[in-house]
């Protein structure tokens, strides 16, 4: 008996690790990195379509028809082989490779919806709509002011202005040193860089869309993605996953919790416009479109006389 049983142990035993044999070898090959060419490189990330599977030349014509037109302000500027460029750095990190194809088109298609609505000039009777008209600026057209704010960490170089540039407009010297910081290109000293470069601009947004402004918090990407679990704070505060909390993270009390505001609706006509053009079509924007009634992530500080 005695020898019955230390047989059965160690046949147990045999059993339990090539199960754990097995499962430490699916879960390896679930964790594997792939390469896709120059596109995507060293992540389990680029095992899935990469943006160019989805997302082609004629379809970045189509969101932004209007671009080059001559009274454009930005004309030759834009274009797809920028994005697709700035991407490369982005895709391996999960920007528009996470979750498979419906998902990556859905991202970049919210994406660029705060782009197209960042940078339009389609306003009025804009031929073609407003819609039409995304990528039409690269800077601020007349800056009120040089955007300089005393900082330890970031202070501003002396001659260098850091009003509105780029896709997702970068104001702010510290917002300047802090994306150029993580792009490793010295935006503080040069923010002109986002106005002559489309890849670094394009870059820039990413960068943006990909991280958080504060530990802790989720970026852009993580409430779109579903990566981010809101707490129950984030729920008592109406933040969500979905589109809605992209505007949150990046533009708080500037765009959210104030009902339904023009410049809400704006980013969110594009995104869907943009969902069409793709061909996921706008019935899939995804739950919680809005951040009508969100608190911010991040408030603004507001002195008592404004």
């Not at 679930?30 to 389990?44: H, P, V, Y």
């Not at 300089?148 to 407009?169: E, K, M, Q, S, V």
């Not at 104001?171 to 670094?200: C, M, R, V």
């Not at 852009?220 to 992209?246: I, M, Q, Y």
């Amino acid at each position: 008996m005695a020898a019955g049983a230390s047989y059965r142990t160690a046949e147990a035993s045999f059993l339990i690790l090539t199960v754990t044999l097995i499962l430490a070898a699916s879960i390896d090959a679930k964790q594997k990195a792939c390469d896709k060419g120059w596109e995507c490189k060293g992540s389990i990330y680029c095992c899935n379509e990469t943006i160019t599977d989805f997302f082609e030349v004629y379809q970045f014509e189509n969101l932004f028809a209007k671009r080059n037109s001559p009274v454009a302000h930005a004309v030759g500027f834009w274009d797809y082989h920028s994005f697709i460029t700035a991407s490369t750095v982005f895709q391996p990190l999960g920007f528009g490779t996470t979750g498979g194809k419906h998902m990556g088109m859905m991202e970049v298609a919210a994406f660029l919806g705060h782009v197209g609505s960042k940078t339009s000039c389609g306003y009025g009777v804009a031929t073609g709509g407003p819609l039409a008209w995304g990528l039409c600026y690269n800077h601020e057209m007349s800056p009120s002011q040089s955007y300089c704010n005393p900082d330890y960490l970031y202070p501003c170089t002396p001659g260098a202005d850091y009003y509105g540039r780029g896709a997702i407009p970068v104001f702010w010297n510290y917002n300047y040193g802090i994306i150029g910081d993580g792009l490793k290109i010295d935006l503080l000293s040069h923010p002109e860089y986002l106005e002559q470069n489309a890849t670094t601009a394009f870059q820039a947004a990413m960068w943006r869309w990909m991280n958080p402004i504060k530990k802790k918090q989720p970026s852009a990407h993580d409430v779109f993605v579903g990566n981010w679990k809101p707490t129950k704070n984030d729920t008592d505060a109406k933040r969500l996953p979905g589109f809605g909390a992209t505007m949150n993270v990046l533009y708080g009390d500037q765009t959210c919790g104030q009902g339904f505001a023009d410049s809400m609706n704006n980013i969110i006509s594009h995104y869907q416009y943009y969902l069409d053009l793709m061909g996921v079509g706008r019935q899939n924007s995804g739950d919680n479109l809005d951040c009508a009634e969100q608190v911010p992530f991040n408030p603004s500080y507001k002195s008592a006389s404004t």
